[in-house]
C-alpha cells in the first residue's frame, strides 16, 4: 500500500520533500497528476485531506510556516443520490413481509419517518414512541434534536418493544430486495467519475435514504427550509441543502401554495 509520500516523491520526482515545497501551484498539479493516473476525484480528495493533515500537523509542531496548505480545497465528486416518495414509502410499509425483511423494513421506516440517521434511529425505544415529541441527543454531533412522533413510529416501536435489532450492513443489504419487490424500479442516471451509468432506483437505497426521504418529503409537504433544518438537527441551511432532492418542478408546486402566487 502506498503513502502519501510514495505518490509526491513519484510525482515530484525525487526522494527528499521538504514542507516549503508544497505550494498552491504545486498541489494543482498534483492533482491534475492524479487524474492523470487514472484517480477518481474522492481518491484524488483523500490524498489532498491527508497531505493538508501532515502539513498542519507539522506547522503546529513548529516545523515549516509555509500556510499555502490552508488554501486546499478537497474535491469532492457529486454522487447521484435517491430519496422515496411517500406513495414509495406507503408501499414498503403495507408489503407482507416476515422475518429478517421485516425487521429491515421496520427499521429503515424508523428513519423515514423521524430523519435521525441510522445510529440514533436504531437506538429509539419504546418509551420514546410513546411520547408526543422526542427529544434525542445525536450520536454523531451531539447536538441536540427535537422531532415529534409518527403514528407509524409509535407503531413500529411498540411493536418490537424499541428498535428492531439489525446490523446496518444488513439492513442496506435486505432494504434493497424489499424495495425491488414492491416496484421502486426506475432507472436513475449516475455519474460514475467521467462515464454515465444506469441503475435501478433499489440499488441505490441504503440506510441513509431514509434521512433524505424524511428531509425532501417534509419540505414537500409543505414545511419551511429552516423547520426541515431544525427537524435533521443541523445548525445551518447549507447542511440541510445537502439532504434535500427536489426538483425544479416540485419546488414550483410548492411555491404555488404560497400567498404570494395565490394573490391572497
Same mark, same amino acid.
Given at each position: @500500500?502506498?503513502?502519501? $509520500? =510514495?505518490?509526491?516523491?513519484? #510525482?515530484?520526482?525525487?526522494?527528499?520533500?521538504?514542507?516549503?515545497?508544497?505550494?498552491?501551484?504545486?498541489? +494543482?498539479?498534483?492533482?491534475?497528476?492524479?487524474?492523470?493516473?487514472?484517480? !477518481?476525484?474522492? @481518491?484524488?480528495? &483523500?490524498?489532498? %485531506? &491527508?497531505?493538508?493533515?501532515?502539513?498542519?500537523?507539522?506547522?503546529?509542531?513548529?516545523?515549516?510556516?509555509?500556510?499555502?496548505?490552508?488554501?486546499?480545497?478537497?474535491?469532492?465528486?457529486?454522487?447521484?443520490?435517491?430519496? $422515496?416518495?411517500? =406513495?414509495?414509502?406507503?408501499?414498503?410499509?403495507?408489503?407482507?413481509?416476515?422475518?429478517?425483511?421485516?425487521?429491515?423494513?421496520?427499521?429503515?421506516?424508523?428513519?423515514?419517518?423521524?430523519?435521525?440517521? #441510522? *445510529? =440514533?434511529?436504531?437506538?429509539?425505544?419504546?418509551?420514546?414512541?410513546?411520547?408526543?415529541?422526542?427529544? !434525542? /441527543?445525536?450520536?454523531?454531533?451531539?447536538?441536540?434534536?427535537?422531532?415529534?412522533?409518527?403514528?407509524?413510529? %409509535?407503531?413500529? $416501536?411498540?411493536?418490537?418493544?424499541?428498535?428492531?435489532?439489525?446490523?446496518?450492513?444488513?439492513?442496506?443489504?435486505?432494504?434493497?430486495? /424489499?424495495?425491488? &419487490?414492491?416496484?421502486?424500479?426506475?432507472?436513475?442516471?449516475?455519474?460514475?467519475?467521467?462515464?454515465?451509468?444506469?441503475?435501478?432506483?433499489?440499488? @441505490?437505497? *441504503?440506510?441513509?435514504?431514509? %434521512?433524505?426521504?424524511?428531509?425532501?418529503? +417534509?419540505?414537500?409537504?409543505?414545511?419551511?427550509?429552516?423547520?426541515?433544518? %431544525?427537524?435533521?438537527?443541523?445548525?445551518?441551511?447549507?447542511?440541510?441543502?445537502?439532504?434535500?432532492?427536489?426538483?425544479?418542478?416540485?419546488?414550483?408546486?410548492?411555491?404555488?401554495?404560497?400567498?404570494?402566487?395565490?394573490?391572497?
Amino acid at each position: @500500500m502506498y503513502s502519501l $509520500l =510514495d505518490f509526491l516523491q513519484k #510525482f515530484i520526482g525525487k526522494a527528499e520533500v521538504s514542507f516549503d515545497e508544497i505550494t498552491y501551484n504545486l498541489y +494543482l498539479k498534483f492533482l491534475e497528476w492524479l487524474e492523470q493516473q487514472g484517480y !477518481k476525484v474522492n @481518491m484524488q480528495g &483523500s490524498f489532498i %485531506r &491527508s497531505l493538508k493533515a501532515v502539513m498542519n500537523e507539522a506547522y503546529k509542531r513548529g516545523l515549516h510556516t509555509n500556510l499555502a496548505y490552508t488554501q486546499f480545497v478537497k474535491p469532492v465528486e457529486k454522487v447521484t443520490t435517491v430519496f $422515496l416518495t411517500m =406513495d414509495e414509502v406507503d408501499r414498503i410499509y403495507k408489503a407482507e413481509l416476515s422475518g429478517v425483511l421485516e425487521i429491515a423494513r421496520d427499521l429503515f421506516l424508523l428513519g423515514c419517518y423521524t430523519g435521525l440517521r #441510522f *445510529s =440514533d434511529y436504531s437506538r429509539l425505544t419504546k418509551e420514546e414512541g410513546n411520547k408526543e415529541i422526542i427529544t !434525542k /441527543i445525536q450520536q454523531k454531533t451531539k447536538e441536540e434534536v427535537t422531532i415529534p412522533v409518527h403514528p407509524r413510529v %409509535r407503531e413500529i $416501536l411498540n411493536k418490537w418493544n424499541g428498535a428492531p435489532e439489525l446490523s446496518v450492513q444488513k439492513m442496506n443489504q435486505h432494504i434493497k430486495t /424489499i424495495c425491488a &419487490s414492491v416496484g421502486i424500479d426506475d432507472t436513475i442516471e449516475v455519474k460514475d467519475g467521467k462515464k454515465i451509468v444506469y441503475k435501478k432506483k433499489y440499488e @441505490m437505497v *441504503s440506510s441513509h435514504t431514509a %434521512r433524505r426521504t424524511a428531509a425532501t418529503n +417534509l419540505l414537500l409537504s409543505g414545511a419551511t427550509i429552516y423547520e426541515v433544518m %431544525r427537524f435533521l438537527g443541523h445548525t445551518n441551511v447549507t447542511q440541510t441543502q445537502i439532504y434535500l432532492r427536489v426538483s425544479s418542478a416540485e419546488n414550483a408546486k410548492i411555491l404555488a401554495k404560497n400567498k404570494f402566487f395565490s394573490g391572497e
